[in-house]
């Protein structure tokens, strides 16, 4: 099996590109800011805000080929997801939709960076759809550092791999298993070159999953990846394609901080 070297995700903020959480008592939801329905993104680092006040980026920042996403609702669709990378390397790009903070960008009305101490949950739901003719994984992250950090890289990477598709496999060595929102998950550990990386890969596809953030934060912590004074500062969801990729979907996402 090939070995991702698997590069953080980048987003560009204003200026240039770059190289690539305790709630109040009741649940924080993002609040909506001015969004429109249907927006198509072909901007390599392009961002569209959704209706619930997530943003939808299509980040394709390590492919000059053609990608686009189109943003409804509060989700998005890959409409044009040209070329390949080799699948011993890292994926082409990381569109998602993401709540809390990354490179500069917040999502409208987020609560996050929030310590994870002070977190009683943080409850999130994501749908997907798949397609054929695609090297894949479908990837929710959540991102922890020891800082309330708003820009550049955090220092752990939790991954959640609902489906993989083609001959590729998460940073580092599987280390074992753990059972976590009612799955039992291969569990993988390593470093990317800037941060440390556990990733949590599903033993066979997984449509969708509705589960509280904290428990995967939680699993990080008993790895010795976090501490509990360290802070929560996005979650995201999205594809990591290394093959084409058109017509892959984020259906549904949400997010809250309680």
Not at 23 to 50: E, K, R, Y
Not at 208 to 216: I, Q
Request: aromatic share 10%; proline share 6%; with cysteine.
């Amino acid at each position: 099996m090939n070995v991702t070297t698997r590069r953080s995700h980048r987003i560009r903020p204003l200026a240039a590109a770059l190289v690539l959480a305790a709630g109040s008592l009741t649940a924080v939801a993002a609040t909506a800011g001015p969004a429109s329905a249907d927006v198509q993104i072909c901007d390599q680092f392009g961002t569209a805000t959704t209706p619930g006040g997530y943003i939808v980026q299509n980040n394709a920042w390590g492919t000059s080929a053609p990608q686009c996403v189109n943003q409804t609702g509060d989700g998005f669709q890959l409409t044009t997801a040209d070329g390949s990378v080799p699948t011993n390397g890292a994926p082409k790009s990381y569109p998602s939709i993401f709540f809390g903070c990354h490179y500069t960008a917040c999502s409208p009305g987020t609560t996050l960076p929030k310590q994870v101490s002070s977190i009683g949950s943080a409850p999130s739901r994501i749908e997907y759809n798949y397609t054929g003719g695609a090297v894949y994984d479908a990837a929710y992250d959540i991102w922890l550092d020891p800082t309330p950090k708003t820009d550049g890289v955090n220092q752990t990477e939790i991954m959640i791999w609902l489906n993989k598709v083609g001959s590729i496999q998460p940073i580092g060595s599987r280390t074992g298993t753990a059972t976590i929102a009612g799955t039992t998950w291969n569990v993988w550990k390593g470093n990317n070159g800037g941060n440390d990386v556990i990733s949590y890969v599903a033993p066979s596809a997984l449509n969708g999953l509705s589960f509280d953030v904290k428990d995967f934060v939680n699993g990080a912590i008993s790895e010795g990846l976090a501490t509990p004074d360290w802070y929560l500062t996005s979650v995201q969801a999205g594809f990591e394609p290394w093959e084409n990729g058109a017509g892959l979907a984020v259906t549904q996402f949400s997010a809250s901080v309680n």
